[in-house]
Every structure is written in C-alpha cells, then in structure tokens.
C-alpha cells in the first residue's frame, strides 16, 4: 500500500451526560484531553492530529498543545444526530486517507500500542481486513433478559476460566480507510481485525468509577517487570490499605 497517511482525530464534546466536564478531568500531568495529545504525538507513524469539539475551551487547548483543532458544528454535538452523519462529515473534512479514532476516555492506550496496532493495520488490509479494532476478552458470566447468554447453570454450570470468551468493544484504537468510514456510516467495517488488548489498555471513562479505576491503573507499574507479591507490596505501600480499613472499623 502506497498512502498510509494517517489522521488521528480526538473527538471531544464540551458536555458529557454521565460524567460532567468527563474530556477535562484531571489526568497525569494534566487532563484527559491533553494527555491523550502527549500520547498520539509521540507516534511518528501518525501524519495529523485533529481535535474534533463544539467547545472553543478545548479546541484553545488542543492549538496550545501544537495540534489542529476544528470546531465540530453544533448539529452534530446533539446526541439525537445518528453516529454516522458525524461521520460523514468528519470524512469530508478530514485530511489523509485513513482515520485513527483516539478517545480520551482510553487515557492507557500509550503510543506503543498506537505503534503496533497500525503496523498490524497495514499489514491486516493486506490480508483482507478492512479495518482494525481493538476487543478486550471477557471470561465471565453475562446474562441478559432472556437468561445466562454464556453459561449454563445446574449441573451444566462451568467455572469462568473455562467459560467461551465474549469481547468488549474497548473503543481505544479504531483504524480504517476514510473512503470506507464514509461508505459504510461507521468508523470500521464488516470484516475488522480484532486486537486483543489487556485490561489496563481497555479502560473506557464512562463514568465516575471507571475514572477511579483509570487513575489507579495509571499509577500501577509494569507488571511484568514484577512478581505477584512484589506487585502487591508495591501498591499497598504506606499503609494506605490498613488506613482505609481502620476507618471503616471506627
């Protein structure tokens, strides 16, 4: 493939319905929204970085920062707006002929995976792939209205280890072909390649506990660099857990 020019665009809303002021909270050294700036400028393999917002806050952070930002028109920051005509208008103004989705909500999708995932994209299209995107695999008991969706009880009941996985749409790297984005209203395909990515690089920031856990997760060191009980000395170190049980006690 000759073009792999690459935009990544960081879609940002100046309101979030569940987690207010969600795109600037607090994160790192800085927010949600520049953090994520750090990260994808650190990818040399991208061509741009666009920062797509109806808020002239954070579109005067993402100049600030040393990236482009285009002011989304009001229609399509109004949730009744199907996806897809966001889509198709991001299409038409977007530069470069594939489109990285980077949300801040994914603050641990560091640029190495941002490395690998468009390696593998590129190579992926060749294969036949049209697309890539990235699944964290879950091995536990889902149900639905209708009942258990992946296991059985009674004497059928299997523990979880050894339950059929199901994928959690992470939605921390989507990459595909702009002409296609705008083909199909959506920003993969029907035929993705499916990264498998761990529960750290999963997180996705929907609402007060998934940020908790993304902060704490983005103070864990490298786990595989330690043991098991070197990892947890680490993190309960100074006391904090024995301090939080005393409290709850008195």
């Known amino acids: 493939m000759k073009n792999k020019t690459i935009t990544a665009v960081i879609p940002v809303k100046a309101n979030s319905m569940r987690l207010p002021g969600k795109n600037t909270l607090p994160f790192g050294r800085s927010n949600l929204l520049l953090h994520k700036i750090g990260q994808l400028k650190e990818v040399s393999e991208i061509t741009d970085i666009i920062v797509s ?7 005067e952070m993402a100049e600030h920062a040393g990236v482009k930002g285009i002011k989304r028109p009001e229609k399509y920051a109004d949730e009744s707006v199907p996806f897809g ?3 198709d208008y991001l299409c038409a103004v977007l530069p470069n002929e594939h489109i990285l989705w980077a949300c801040v909500t994914s603050p641990l999708v560091e640029p190495a995976l941002y490395k690998k995932a468009i390696q593998i994209y590129f190579e992926k299209l060749e294969e036949g792939y049209d697309s890539l995107i990235t699944l964290e695999s879950k091995q536990t008991f889902f149900m639905d209205n209708n009942g258990p969706i992946n296991f059985k009880t009674g004497l059928e009941h299997k523990n979880s280890e050894f339950l059929e996985p199901i994928y959690h749409f992470t939605n921390g790297i989507n990459i595909a072909p702009k002409r296609n984005i705008h083909k199909w209203h959506y920003n993969f395909g029907p035929n993705p ?3 498998i990515v761990n ?3 999963a997180v996705d920031i929907d609402d007060i506990y998934d940020y908790v856990c993304a902060l704490a997760m983005y103070q864990m060191p490298d786990i595989e660099d330690l043991t098991y009980s070197e990892l947890i000395k680490k993190m309960c170190s100074g006391g904090g857990i024995k301090k939080r049980n005393s409290r709850r006690a008195a």
Request: aromatic letters at 12%.
């Open 53 to 59: 917002s109806d808020s002239d806050v954070m579109l």
């Open 85 to 87: 005509r966001f889509l």
């Open 193 to 195: 390649y499916r990264m």
């Open 199 to 201: 529960k750290k690089e």
